[in-house]
């Protein structure tokens, strides 16, 4: 056998390697999206709703449609392993709600572009990434994070129990701010802005708003940033 035939048959070999760690199949339309479990996962808006899983434990993420709502969480008794290439990319024409949980991670690629967009995270979740809207309205609890950057026209803002808030890269017109029971949030808006803590919490305001209503009860921290 030569060398040419063996360098075929190995590529044959990797070639089908690849194919088995990877699926791919059509999603049906949905305007929300869950996450569980630990996983990550990469949205790309496109043409066409899609999803792709790859990685040693492909087989091992279900993925749930109904009444609009997509889930994806880790089938019974497994669990996510952070150290493995397990990936998941969703292609997605429009979502109006991205909600991840129990540590999961959304990563928004390129940017998300539309009329108006909510954002929740909780018990140390994360979302990630650009996002040009009109309105934006974001929940962060129990640890969750939520780092997003770009632009809307108005903010409404609800923190508690130690969520996280960063966005002083995303400029709004307005943006209403609340923090309850600790956490903390960084905020730009170039007209009007309400924060309200109470029980603690830290609210960092960028941008030089023309008009701030703060409010502190039982503690917490207002802060502007110029």
Do not use: C
Request: aromatic share 6%; charged share 25%.
């Amino acid at each position: 056998m030569n060398s040419n035939t063996i360098f075929y048959l190995l590529f044959l070999v990797g070639l089908g390697a690849f194919a088995q760690q990877k699926t791919a199949s059509e999603l049906q339309p949905f305007e929300e999206l869950k996450v569980f479990d630990k996983i990550n996962v990469t949205l790309v808006q496109a043409d066409q709703n899609r999803i792709t899983i790859s990685g040693p434990q492909k087989d091992e993420i279900a993925v749930v449609e109904k009444d609009g709502v997509l889930k994806l969480k880790m089938s019974l008794d497994n669990l996510w392993d952070e150290k493995d290439a397990t990936k998941v990319t969703i292609f997605y024409t429009t979502v109006k709600t991205i909600d991840a949980n129990e540590g999961a991670s959304v990563l928004v690629k390129d940017s998300l572009v539309q009329e108006s967009l909510k954002l929740s995270v909780q018990e140390g979740a994360k979302i990630k990434g650009k996002i040009v809207v009109k309105k934006l309205v974001s929940k962060s609890v129990t640890g969750g994070v939520i780092e997003v950057h770009g632009s809307s026209n108005s903010q409404d803002i609800t923190i508690k129990a130690g969520g996280q808030y960063e966005t002083q890269k995303l400029v709004s017109d307005s943006t209403h701010v609340s923090i309850s029971a600790g956490g903390r949030a960084s905020i730009n808006a170039k007209l009007f802005v309400k924060a309200t803590t109470t029980a603690g919490g830290t609210i960092k305001i960028y941008g030089s708003p023309r008009l701030i209503d703060s409010k502190k009860v039982f503690g917490g921290k207002i802060i502007e940033i110029n």
